[in-house]
């Protein structure tokens, strides 16, 4: 009777936790902070389209894409992510191209169409972690930025403010020397 | 006098075409190419990553080898593999060649399901598909399909089983039910706003999970399902996923019904033995004209007939039913007794 019982809790709490449903996850209540690809739609039309093929890993050169399991449900199941402090983008753009139902939208390789189109996340610097701002002079993230001076730019002690005009790639958190890592990126659904 | 539809003698029939009898063979080898392919995608993959990073200095004894062995494959075809290599990406469920993307009729139809709308660029990655089914039937579960390639290998495991005198499963079913299951994985895609479908499809679930073992550092729970799956097969129904179950080979059967390219018996070469209905994977009857809208011209009834009595044609429907072989029992014996009612009332 205990173990009927306590199968039944598990079964009940493993169905809870596999059913966020799609609104749920385009409204960012998984704990997971993950990024979706550059270029990717919204998180909801994302689910709609996206029809879990792995193209888009198969096609990166830094390995960065991974693929859920049923972590945060089964809707999305099989579908791409990013989890920067594992990997970054480098923003190569050939899961876009790759893509084909434009889950991943197309976008050049060029910085004025990233700068306009792609919209993973937006990285924030967390003062109280930040060596520069500790005073030991750091800009690790600024120098791993791939749009350095235009996403990032660095003060005194090489003390990093981020502009809007970042796009959430997480290489800086990728790079961040601290730990916990004092520059993070957030995905855009999130916030 | 005999009347003339008894005249054709056993050495004046027709004989097929030769290769017919030999296509099992390379349906074999195409089955075989196109899951070596899933598997040396990932690794060509990885071998990519690692040209990219400049990383040969840095590899274990292992990735060494590997990088070793892609580089030896892929060097007669590419000069720059990190860039050309991208030519050919993806598996069954959709993929890329050379920047023209082809996918899976279940695929699209799920997606616009998902999406309760008509994504047409990506539809029409499907057209070519969707025409060659229409052309040759349900042939992708038979000629292309990497899960066909483990549930037949799996069948001959089970025959195997059965030989050794262990039961295995043999149940029929309605073969009706995987359009339920089509139905149902579309519902539940409209439903749910996330391509569902390809998460019950073995194929799909192949290509995906190939790729994760190699290159992801793990399988998924699509694995296990493929796994029980491949139970089922053997406990339950042999092949049983396909005949019963399959959502794509429901959508697929469905556009292939009025396949011009299908099998027909040849009545007056057949001898009612029966091989062909034993050998079919999808339970038809090959041996009555029985074939209809789930064969997909596997031609592995053609490769076991012993006296060529199965060939191909081209009509958009079955031959109706030609009753028993010219070569068998039942017939001859019908013939015998015409004759001999024909010698009681002409003398």
Known sequence: ???????????????????????????????????????????????????????????????????????IGWEAIDTPYIIPREQGCILCMKCGEVCPTDAITHIERDVDAILGTVNM????????????????????????????????????????????????????????IQLPQAIRVFPERAA | MISPTFTASPGARTRPFFLWRHLNK????????????????????????????????????GETRLYDVMEWIAAPFVSDPAADLDAVKGNTWSGSFWGYKISDPLAAVGQAAAGLSLYWPFLLTALVPVALTMVFG??????????????????????????????????????????????????????????????????????????????????????????????????????????????????????????????????????????????????LDPMRDGFGQECNNCTACIAICPTDALTFTLRPSDYPEQGPGHLGQRYRAARQAREDTVRDVAP
Not at chain 1, 34 to 59: N, S, T
Not at chain 1, 170 to 176: A, I, N, T, V, Y
Not at chain 2, 39 to 54: D, G, S
Not at chain 2, 189 to 215: D, H
Request: overall charge positive.
């Open chain 1, 1 to 71: 009777m205990e173990r009927r019982s306590f199968l039944q809790a598990l079964i009940a709490s493993a169905a809870a936790a596999a059913t966020p449903g799609t609104a749920a996850l385009a409204a960012g209540r998984s704990s997971l902070r993950y990024l979706r690809p550059p270029g990717a739609l919204p998180e909801e039309d994302f689910l709609k389209h996206c029809i879990h093929c792995g193209q888009c890993g198969e096609v990166c050169p830094n390995r960065c894409i991974k693929y859920f399991d049923l972590e």
């Open chain 1, 121 to 176: 996340g937006h990285a924030r610097v967390d003062e109280s972690l930040c060596l520069s701002f500790q005073g030991k002079t750091c800009g690790v993230c600024y120098r791993a930025c791939p749009l350095p001076d235009i996403a990032i730019y660095v003060g005194r002690l090489e003390q990093p403010h981020v502009t809007d005009e970042c796009v959430g790639c997480g290489l800086c958190e990728r790079s961040c």
């Open chain 2, 26 to 61: 390379l349906r074999w080898l195409i089955l075989t190419i196109v899951f070596a392919m899933l598997v040396l995608l990932p690794l060509l993959h990885i071998y990519q990553t690692y040209v990219a990073a400049h990383a040969y200095d840095l590899l274990s004894p």
């Open chain 2, 138 to 283: 349900r042939f992708f579960c038979g000629w292309s399909c990497p899960a066909t390639f483990l549930y037949e290998l799996n069948s001959n495991f089970a025959s195997w089983l059965r030989w050794a005198g262990i039961r295995v499963g043999n149940r029929r079913f309605d073969k009706r039910i995987k359009y339920g299951v089509l139905a149902l994985g579309l519902i539940l895609s409209a439903v749910s706003g996330s391509v569902l479908a390809g998460a019950i499809y073995p194929p799909a679930i192949i290509g995906r999970e190939i790729y994760y073992t190699i290159a992801q550092g793990g399988f998924g729970v699509g694995t296990v399902f493929f796994l029980g799956t491949l139970l089922f097969d053997i406990l339950v129904a042999r092949r049983g996923f396909c005949r019963y179950l399959c959502p794509g080979g429901a959508l697929y059967s469905a556009l292939g019904r009025y396949r011009i390219l299908r099998i027909r018996r040849v009545a007056e070469s057949c001898n009612d033995c029966a091989k062909c209905n034993v050998v079919c994977e999808f339970d």
